[in-house]
């Protein structure tokens, strides 16, 4: 699909022109905070929630204009995280999109602070944005479904459960509870965010809703196989190191050829749910597909 692909080339080229513009001001920052916010955030990567943003504002007909603060905000929350994870109390990564970690660029507690700082900028710029602000009902909604995403019901509370399961033997429902908090949650907010500004009908929003869980869950199991069939030069990060963290992964669990057929299975699942959209879903559609096929 030529023409999809070079949409979401459009889409990546927006969002990475648009970030800086998000980041706090040097003159309002100290320097050192600054310069952690900015090294995490600006280090790249597929800017895959903020995709599923635009995809789902797509499937909906909505303006990308409109969409660019609950991207921004979405993928910073997602950065903080990342920053958190690697942190020798929590994943213990040296690298990160194939540079060296923000604890390891600066220290450990300019990384958490960096961290905290981009996780608050990130509800500051759905507060004030000004498209969002015409629609304060939707705009509730939006910021009440991030908050839920990245807390206790969410990413927080799926990264407590990882740690927990840390050298356990779980189940395949186990696990995929843990990943459906982990990290389904934001996916999921990505893709309901645009319905919730469009104040969507309910099957519209139920679609997207799934459509995000599903994909959440099926791109974690492939990242689990990445760990184990990955090239790191291409993933940015070590490979099998969940195996030495002793951590509960698909392929340990139902084997890297199950694993596979689960994350296709689960993609197929989602692809389904896009009938109920009156846009063009063909983004969607490929982001699915992504989701199961990449960084090899």
């Known amino acids: 699909m030529p023409e999809t692909a070079a949409i979401i080339r459009a889409w990546q080229t927006r969002f990475e022109n648009n970030l800086p513009g998000y980041l706090p001001e040097p003159s309002r920052t100290p320097p050192l905070l600054q310069k952690a916010m900015t090294y995490s955030a600006l280090a790249g990567g597929k800017r895959i929630r903020p995709l599923f943003v635009y995809a789902s504002g797509r499937a909906l007909n909505l303006d990308d204009n409109k969409l660019d603060g609950i991207a921004t905000a979405i993928e910073l929350i997602h950065t903080y995280s990342l920053i958190h994870d690697d942190l ?18 600066f220290d450990e507690a300019t990384a958490i602070l960096a961290g905290d700082a981009l996780q608050a900028l990130a509800f500051e710029i759905l ?71 469009a104040s969507a009908p309910g099957s519209q929003v139920n679609a997207l809703s799934s ?4 994909i959440g869950l099926a791109f974690q199991v ?16 070590p490979s099998r190191a969940d195996a030495a963290r002793l951590k509960p992964a698909f392929p340990a669990i139902i084997g890297v050829e199950k694993s596979l057929e689960r994350a296709h299975e689960l993609r197929d699942s989602a692809l389904m749910e896009l009938t109920h959209l009156p ?11 992504y989701a199961v096929d990449r960084d090899r």
């Open 279 to 289: 846009g063009d879903t063909d983004t969607l559609e490929w982001l699915a597909g």
């Open 127 to 197: 507060a004030a944005d000004p498209g969002l602000g015409a629609h304060p009902q939707e705009q509730i909604a939006i910021i009440l479904g991030l908050a839920r995403a990245c807390g206790a019901s969410g990413m927080a509370g799926g990264q407590v459960l990882d740690l927990d399961s840390l050298g356990k033997q779980i189940s395949q429902a186990e696990l995929e509870d843990i990943h459906a908090f982990k990290t389904g949650a934001l996916i999921q907010i990505s893709t309901m965010a645009p319905a919730l500004l």
């Open 222 to 237: 492939f990242d689990d196989l990445l760990d184990v069939i990955g090239n790191s030069d291409v993933t940015g990060k």
């Open 88 to 105: 020798p109390s929590m994943d213990d990564d040296d690298l990160r999109r194939g540079q060296p970690s923000s604890h390891r660029k």
């Open 211 to 214: 459509y995000g869980q599903l």
